[in-house]
């Protein structure tokens, strides 16, 4: 069944040109994703690109231990299969899914010849790769300087802005690992963040009371790279409409 553009709040899908999304629409298939479902694997050829919807995909990195961290979080501002539209045919670093929920597959050999096709569509993900840049220099900016409250604070917004609500569903555990934390960290952080009255965590959930209130926490590293997206896609928005 062919997915209609308005069926989705995939921000890239939307913004592409009637033109452009006819070239991918037919080849794209809505599937459901569970939790810590791969959807890349390091040094491995990329099988799809995935326009995410309700799901939510974490990009990690692997030490030598074999200790991941975070690097880059995605949702229904993006998409995975990035390095297909840099000429790539394998994955970097591993990618899977963070939040279930669904996306739309793209297959990879779609994806490259709908690249080569057209201009505006490789411009429009050229532009979206560039964001992920900024998002991961951001990243490693607030994991390099900043406190345990202000690193949680500022990736739970994250989270945030890619839910339908307020609930997230999280473990301590898993955040412990995206974000190279020790686990009592992240419990002691949490419980500060509550005492603030700007969260509620319960056992594999927490639910964000007082959003403006979290972004103070996040001191100021919370909205460099979420105001350098709406700028590049913007900005892409225009070259698409100049070009038309």
């Not at 594999?204 to 009371?209: D, K, Q, S, T």
Request: some cysteine.
């Amino acid at each position: 069944m062919t997915i209609r553009q308005t069926a989705t709040t995939n921000k890239l899908l939307n913004g592409l040109t009637t033109t452009d999304f006819a070239l991918l629409s037919p080849h794209l298939q809505q599937r459901n994703f569970a939790l810590k479902e791969y959807l890349e694997r390091a040094s491995q050829p990329i099988s799809c690109a995935v326009f995410l919807d309700s799901a939510i995909a974490s990009t990690v990195a692997s030490s030598p231990a074999g200790e991941d961290v975070e690097v880059g979080l995605s949702g229904l501002e993006g998409m995975t299969g990035t390095a297909l539209v840099l000429q790539g045919e394998t994955a970097p670093l591993d990618i899977y899914i963070r939040c279930a929920g669904f996306g739309y597959a793209l297959p990879a050999c779609v994806l490259v010849a709908a690249l080569k096709q057209s201009r505006t569509l490789e411009t429009r993900l050229l532009s979206y790769v560039q964001t992920m840049i900024v998002q991961a220099a951001s990243t490693a900016l607030v994991n390099g300087v900043a406190d345990a409250e202000t690193r949680l604070a500022r990736w739970l917004l994250m989270l945030h802005d890619r839910s339908a609500g307020s609930n997230i569903s999280v473990t301590h555990k898993f955040m412990a690992v995206m974000l190279a934390m020790h686990r009592p960290w992240v419990t002691e952080t949490l419980h500060v963040l509550e005492g603030k009255r700007l969260i509620r965590s319960t056992r594999g959930n927490v639910h964000i009371l007082d959003r403006a209130g979290l972004i103070a926490a996040a001191k100021g590293f919370y909205g460099m790279a979420e105001k350098e997206y709406e700028r590049i896609m913007a900005r892409a928005n225009a070259g698409l409409t100049c070009g038309s």
